[in-house]
């Protein structure tokens, strides 16, 4: 039944927009009826007022249009990338709207699920995204899956501009036979389950091997290696969350080695990370100092922060002190750095579907410095061990067909921030410049696009002069959807549950790990 005025009527079974305007531009057929059984009267279609062609528009219509409009601006992610670029366009917009589109109920992106729970400074940049969150011209919408429940296409209809800051939340594949095989996580699932993201709360990794091998050198190797190794009296006291603060209490890993396809002038971690590492209680390392020789001469010619971590790495292959070998004689747990080796094989045990160790190619460098290639030289060699954590680097996927994405190098192409080829979409973020990075470097680049976003809008180069309902249209769809979006308020009464729970047991947090129950709490 048409209701006039592009409003939406349906009867059991469906509700269609009968508008053929509408459809053409939307072409949704939605299942809310369904539910109620019933006749539905839905709002004015959110779409139908932004889609009127210039020529049709009445006098008033084009009057409104001609003035210029609070600029609607929404985001896709509440990482760093997503709250630092909202930050910026409401510092120094003084009028604009920033709507953040999260697909979890929770935000914060990877500060949540990433940063490592004996890592609680790391996370006080909550506190600034609180803020900003807070603020009057913006909105948090949790539990919508952009590309799922509504299409980047809906959002540029409903907004002026859009910025995607989605972040990189697939693993790279180490792409080598029997890694499939059990026994064999990747470090971002990993990461997940004991960082409580609701995906991995299954995962269970089986941790009783002896000896881990994790490929891979970067800092995400170095926040798996201390979870594996650290006293658990001091994960208690972090957000680790309780079933892997229970099965890290069953663990039999005594040791740890960490696998580099290159050598040590190309270990991908940083100094603060190592030296932790170096200092972890209960723990001592057993890297080989025939691997670092030569290095001392080369020293003077490195930049500066390679040049500290190399003599870190020096440092502590140099026999210790009195006081520093007792303590290593007590420690009952070890870790190493090996180098020049890259995994080719992952070797099946006597079942054929449990690892029992990693076949490792010998390499040998092409070129030096950080362009240095590994080649292989032909050898192999074999670790036996039950546990493989690849932690090769994360990887963004394509959020839906129409957005352009470089499938190779796994970003949106952009220059500043502003998407190739399609005005008005920016992006921000691991999304935009590929999954390395810390926090600052994602703020560094989020203030650059949303600092681009703003000149386009000043210039006349984004049309912010057209009326765009923003949020408000985006919410009809979602509830013809059927999807429960969570606002910041909701967040905030999902955060108290944790934190309460949390002090219960001397913890930051008990985080919630199952999204229903995230949403159960949000709707109280
Ligand atoms: C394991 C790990 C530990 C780290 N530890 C540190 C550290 O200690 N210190 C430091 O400075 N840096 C650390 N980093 C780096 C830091 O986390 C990144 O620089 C930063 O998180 C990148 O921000 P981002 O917003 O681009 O991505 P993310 O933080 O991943 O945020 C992306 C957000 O987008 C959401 N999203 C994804 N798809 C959709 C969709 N379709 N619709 C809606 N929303 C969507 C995600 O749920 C997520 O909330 C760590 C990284 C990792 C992987
Ligand atoms: N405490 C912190 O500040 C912190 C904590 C965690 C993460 N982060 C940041 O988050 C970002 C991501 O970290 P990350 O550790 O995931 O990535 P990363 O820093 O890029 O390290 C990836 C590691 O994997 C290796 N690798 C890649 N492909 C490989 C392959 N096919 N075979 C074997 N080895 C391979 C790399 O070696 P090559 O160099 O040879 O490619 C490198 O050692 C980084 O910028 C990191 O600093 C920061």
């Known amino acids: 039944m048409y209701a006039g005025g592009g409003e939406w009527a349906g009867s059991s079974g469906g509700v269609a927009c009968v508008s053929v305007q509408c459809r053409a531009q939307c072409g949704l057929v939605f299942a809310m009826a369904a539910r109620c059984g019933g006749m539905w009267r839905l709002p004015r279609c959110p779409l139908l007022v932004r889609t009127v062609p210039a020529a049709r528009r009445t006098g008033s219509e084009r009057r409104l249009s001609s003035k210029p409009q609070t600029p609607q601006i929404c985001i896709v992610g509440s990482g760093p990338a997503g709250f630092y670029t909202a930050q910026h366009l409401l510092k120094h917009h003084t009028q604009a709207v920033v709507d953040i589109y999260e697909k979890l109920p929770v935000p914060f992106g990877l500060v949540r699920f990433g940063v490592a729970p004996d890592h609680p400074e790391v996370k006080n940049v909550i506190n600034t995204f609180t803020q900003t969150a807070r603020s009057e011209r ?34 790279r594949e180490l792409g080598i036979p029997g890694e499939q095989l059990q026994g064999v996580y990747s470090a971002r699932d990993f ?13 269970f990794p089986d941790l009783s ?40 209490s069953q663990s039999r890993v005594k040791k740890v080695w960490l696998i580099g396809r290159r050598g040590p002038l190309q270990v991908a971690f940083t100094i603060k990370e190592l030296r932790e590492m170096l200092n972890l209680p209960g723990t001592r390392p057993v890297n080989d100092p025939s691997d670092f020789q030569g290095l001392g001469d080369v020293l003077k010619d490195l930049p500066r922060p390679r040049k500290r971590l190399t003599e870190l790495l ?75 954590l690849s932690s090769i680097g994360y990887r963004s996927v394509p959020i839906c067909p129409d957005v352009p994405f470089l499938p190779k190098q796994g970003i949106i192409p952009n220059t500043m921030g502003r998407v190739h080829g399609a005005p008005g979409l920016y992006c921000s973020g691991w999304v935009k410049r590929g999954p390395t990075g810390v926090i600052t470097t994602t703020m560094t680049d989020s203030f650059d ?31 013809l959807r059927g999807v429960q979006s969570v606002s910041f308020s909701d967040w905030e009464k999902i955060d108290a549950v944790e934190t309460a729970q949390g002090e219960k047991v001397g913890k930051p947090r008990e985080k919630i790990l199952d999204t229903e129950e995230m949403l159960q709490v949000a709707s109280r």
């Open 191 to 203: 990461v997940g389950w004991y960082n409580g993201l609701p995906d991995n709360r299954h995962l």
């Open 449 to 479: 696009t949303a600092q681009a976003l703003l000149e386009d809008v000043k210039s006349g180069a984004l049309n912010s002069s057209d009326p765009r309902a923003g949020a408000s249209a985006i919410r009809e769809l979602l509830l």
């Open 314 to 388: 020096l440092k502590s292959v140099e026999p210790p002190g009195e006081k520093e070998a007792a303590r290593r004689a007590q420690c009952q747990r070890e870790w190493g750095l090996r180098f020049l080796r890259s995994p080719v094989a992952v070797i099946p045990g006597d079942d054929g579907k449990r690892a029992a160790g990693v076949r490792l190619s010998v390499t040998r460098l092409e070129g030096s410095g950080d362009k240095a290639v590994a080649v292989p030289t032909g050898e192999t060699e074999d670790i036996p061990c039950g546990l493989i």
């Open 209 to 248: 091997s002896e000896t881990a091998v994790i490929l891979g050198q970067g800092n995400v190797a170095l926040d798996i290696a201390r979870m594996l190794l650290s006293p658990l009296e001091l994960l208690r006291k972090t957000d680790v969350t309780e079933p892997s603060l229970e099965a890290l």
């Open 138 to 171: 913006c909105n948090f919408i949790g539990n919508v899956t952009v590309g799922a429940d509504v299409t980047v296409e809906e959002l540029q209809r409903a907004y002026h501009a859009v910025v995607l800051s989605y972040g990189a939340e697939d693993k």
